[in-house]
């Protein structure tokens, strides 16, 4: 899990005004988050089976998300990805 203050960070760093907690960039940055502790989780406890399965589905969530946002609006998608430092 990761702490509120994470999550505060994260959604802080790519929120378009000071009210945005929720948008679907906002989720695609708590979710990258709670996938890279997860991974480093699963590089100490290979057998975690629970924890791989939960991994997958975040995964799976985090396309979903970042496919819409492409839908909607190509230019933020870049942004996003770029910001976050995913799909290089």
Do not use: C, P, W
């Amino acid at each position: 899990m990761i702490t509120s203050e994470q999550k505060a960070a994260a959604i802080k760093s790519v929120r378009s005004s000071s009210k945005d907690t929720g948008s679907s960039a906002a989720q695609v940055a708590v979710l990258s988050e709670r996938i890279k502790q997860l991974t480093e989780h699963l590089k100490t406890n290979q057998h975690d089976f629970m924890a791989r399965r939960g991994l997958l589905q975040m995964v799976g969530k985090r396309r979903r998300l970042l496919r819409y946002i492409a839908e909607r609006n190509s230019q933020s998608y870049l942004e996003l990805i770029k910001k976050l430092g995913i799909r290089h």
